[in-house]
């Protein structure tokens, strides 16, 4: 891919990756709708509106009620600290752009429900999203912010 590409490339996949946030952390759409109506905003976004749709998000991230909110007295904690087996409930992604649109692709967002499936000696996570494995660097599982659930749930 050329140079110009490789730029439409990003603007593109940012532009679709903070429509998914937006619509399923401010508009409680399910991952794969927010994923559906974002692939055709993401044509049509100007570069300043995706940057004022980040700072939105980046504003109301900071309060807890823009994205899944935790039980009450339980803290969100990195999906590596979840033993494998347990469901775990996404509550925040905190990561760039490109690794939160990767990790939404793959069905990791707010309200998702995951279990870790083994944890490697470097950090390496194995996860199951949805049915399907999903095998994750460490500074991914370091950015997955989830709760514990005590019975598992099924998706909405």
Not at 82 to 92: C, I, K, L, N, Y
Not at 115 to 128: F, H, Q, V
């Amino acid at each position: 891919m050329t140079a110009d590409g490789d730029t439409l490339a990003q603007r593109i996949l940012r532009s679709r990756s903070l429509w998914t946030t937006f619509f399923t952390a401010a508009l409680g759409f399910s991952v794969e709708m927010a994923d559906e109506i974002a692939c055709r905003f993401e044509h049509v976004t100007t570069d300043d509106l995706a940057d004022r749709l980040a700072t939105y998000l980046r504003s109301e991230s900071a309060d807890c009620s823009a994205v899944s909110a935790p039980p009450k007295g339980q803290q969100p904690i990195c999906v590596g600290h979840v033993s494998p087996g347990q469901h775990a409930r996404v509550v925040a992604v905190e990561a760039d752009c490109v690794a939160t649109g990767f990790l939404q692709q793959q069905g990791v967002a707010p309200g998702a429900t995951i279990m870790p499936l083994a944890i490697g000696n470097n950090g390496t996570l194995l996860l199951e999203v949805e049915g399907q494995p999903l095998a994750l660097a460490p500074v991914l599982g370091q950015a997955i912010k989830v709760t514990v659930e005590a019975i598992p749930t099924k998706e909405r």
